[in-house]
């Protein structure tokens, strides 16, 4: 079949070589799989939040247990030091940040008067303006629940075994908001890694698709075996030799990322490489249309610097897709990263295969629309 003997042809331009191996094949894949053992590896890493209550109250004790239960920090509670010792062990660099509750901090509350504890930091940065958000939001909930429990006359005395009732039963609520119809994970508020996968995918399927304008540029593609062609052939025979050396590029990444480095996105191998692998079935159907439209290697370059890099950002690789504008949001439903992204996201968070199947099918139209219009346009004749 004329198909298979042009993706024959292209894998052997790939990898058939040892400099090709080597430097197509498992040079790039250890580098982004270095990348994402070094992410893991800072992911993992927990800001130290060193506490000191000394508020004897009930409200300080409150929002000192609160902060334990806080995943995202090591929180160790440091009793025996004052203000300044705390400030000097963030300086010293030997804690990230530093919380002090004082001493009048339930007195306050109870007399009416809003009361806040200290964080001490080198800078602003997103985890701890993110705790800042959450020792004010503390405070304002305890200051709401002292306010419940006063009434309406703002001089009556608070009483403290009602007031711990509330607070106990707020800390252990009976009723959750679920929403089980589509399970959030954690890759949509911090694509990062995944959006790096998702770019090297492209760059990689960018390289193959540089092959074949070599040959159609040199008129050195192996169609003298198989004359006469169709565009169908060379566009399905591109396509197939293109998914081949993905495919073994995805397996070598996703081995050394899993099993070797330990990052892993929170969802099984076998599933990981699913979306993948439709998400390079439209990657390289997004490729070889690009390829029909330009005469050259050099402009299929710049072409991929213009497309592969601001569509990652605007499809939500690099940074949450909800930080920018109403406009760039809709906008990135027209491009397959968005979709790659949701389906991994929805894995991440729990869901099911059957959640996934729309996502997948969107990916699966991208490439059917994609080398369609490639194979149209992607001819032997045409040259730079």
Same mark, same amino acid.
């Given at each position: 079949?004329?198909?298979?003997?042009?993706?024959?042809?292209?894998?052997?331009?790939?990898?058939?070589?040892?400099?090709?191996?080597?430097?197509?094949?498992?040079?790039?894949?250890?580098?982004?799989?270095?990348?994402?053992?070094?992410?893991?590896?800072?992911?993992?890493?927990?800001?130290?939040?060193?506490?000191?209550?000394?508020?004897?109250?009930?409200?300080? %004790?409150?929002?000192?247990?609160?902060?334990?239960? %806080?995943?995202? #920090?090591?929180?160790?509670?440091?009793?025996?030091?004052? *203000?300044?010792?705390?400030?000097?062990?963030?300086?010293?660099?030997?804690?990230?940040?530093?919380?002090?509750?004082?001493?009048?901090?339930?007195?306050?509350?109870? *007399?009416?008067?809003?009361?806040?504890?200290?964080?001490?930091?080198?800078?602003? /940065?997103?985890?701890?303006?993110?705790?800042?958000?959450?020792?004010?939001?503390?405070?304002?909930?305890?200051?709401?629940?002292?306010? =419940?429990?006063?009434?309406?006359?703002?001089?009556?005395?608070?009483?403290?075994?009602?007031?711990?009732?509330?607070?106990?039963?707020?800390?252990?609520?009976?009723?959750?908001?679920?929403?089980? *119809?589509?399970?959030?994970?954690?890759?949509?508020?911090?694509?990062?890694?995944?959006?790096?996968?998702?770019?090297?995918?492209? =760059?990689?399927?960018? &390289?193959?698709?540089?092959?074949?304008?070599?040959?159609?540029?040199?008129?050195?593609?192996?169609?003298? #075996?198989?004359?006469?062609?169709?565009?169908?052939?060379?566009?399905?025979?591109? +396509?197939?030799?293109?998914?081949?050396?993905?495919?073994? &590029?995805?397996?070598?990444?996703?081995?050394?990322?899993?099993?070797?480095?330990?990052?892993?996105?929170?969802?099984?191998?076998?599933?990981?490489?699913?979306?993948? *692998?439709? +998400?390079?079935?439209?990657?390289?159907?997004?490729?070889?249309?690009?390829?029909?439209?330009?005469?050259?290697?050099? /402009? =299929?370059?710049?072409?991929?610097?213009?497309?592969?890099?601001?569509?990652?950002?605007?499809?939500?690789?690099?940074?949450?897709?909800?930080?920018?504008?109403? +406009?760039?949001?809709?906008?990135?439903?027209?491009?397959?990263?968005?979709?790659?992204?949701?389906?991994?996201?929805?894995?991440?968070?729990?869901?099911?295969?059957?959640?996934?199947?729309?996502?997948?099918?969107?990916?699966?139209?991208?490439?059917?629309?994609?080398?369609?219009?490639?194979?149209?346009?992607?001819?032997?004749?045409?040259?730079?």
């Amino acid at each position: 079949m004329p198909s298979l003997q042009i993706a024959a042809h292209l894998v052997r331009r790939t990898m058939g070589s040892r400099r090709g191996l080597i430097m197509n094949v498992i040079v790039p894949a250890i580098i982004l799989s270095v990348m994402a053992g070094l992410f893991s590896s800072i992911e993992g890493d927990k800001a130290v939040i060193v506490v000191n209550n000394t508020d004897s109250g009930i409200l300080g %004790e409150y929002l000192a247990s609160s902060l334990q239960k %806080e995943s995202l #920090y090591e929180i160790h509670s440091e009793p025996s030091m004052n *203000e300044q010792q705390l400030k000097d062990r963030v300086l010293d660099g030997k804690a990230d940040a530093a919380i002090f509750i004082p001493s009048d901090f339930s007195a306050k509350m109870l *007399e009416g008067d809003q009361s806040t504890a200290q964080l001490y930091r080198m800078n602003t /940065q997103l985890w701890n303006a993110s705790l800042a958000a959450t020792l004010e939001t503390e405070a304002h909930k305890l200051f709401s629940s002292v306010a =419940l429990v006063r009434g309406a006359d703002r001089d009556a005395a608070v009483d403290i075994a009602i007031l711990t009732a509330l607070l106990e039963a707020q800390a252990s609520p009976h009723a959750i908001l679920a929403n089980e *119809e589509m399970k959030l994970g954690k890759i949509v508020s911090n694509p990062t890694m995944v959006g790096l996968i998702l770019m090297f995918v492209m =760059l990689l399927v960018s &390289q193959s698709i540089g092959f074949i304008m070599e040959d159609r540029e040199q008129r050195t593609m192996a169609r003298m #075996y198989t004359a006469p062609l169709r565009a169908l052939d060379i566009a399905f025979g591109n +396509f197939v030799g293109s998914m081949l050396v993905g495919t073994i &590029q995805l397996l070598i990444v996703l081995g050394l990322t899993y099993y070797v480095f330990g990052y892993s996105p929170g969802i099984p191998f076998g599933e990981m490489l699913l979306v993948l *692998e439709f +998400f390079l079935l439209a990657t390289v159907g997004l490729a070889s249309a690009v390829a029909g439209l330009v005469r050259n290697s050099t /402009q =299929l370059s710049q072409i991929n610097n213009i497309i592969i890099a601001p569509s990652c950002m605007i499809s939500g690789c690099f940074f949450p897709l909800s930080m920018l504008p109403d +406009f760039m949001q809709k906008l990135a439903n027209f491009l397959p990263q968005k979709w790659a992204i949701t389906a991994i996201d929805r894995l991440g968070g729990g869901s099911s295969f059957s959640d996934i199947i729309m996502p997948l099918l969107i990916l699966l139209l991208f490439a059917a629309v994609l080398i369609a219009f490639g194979s149209a346009v992607l001819r032997p004749n045409r040259t730079s």
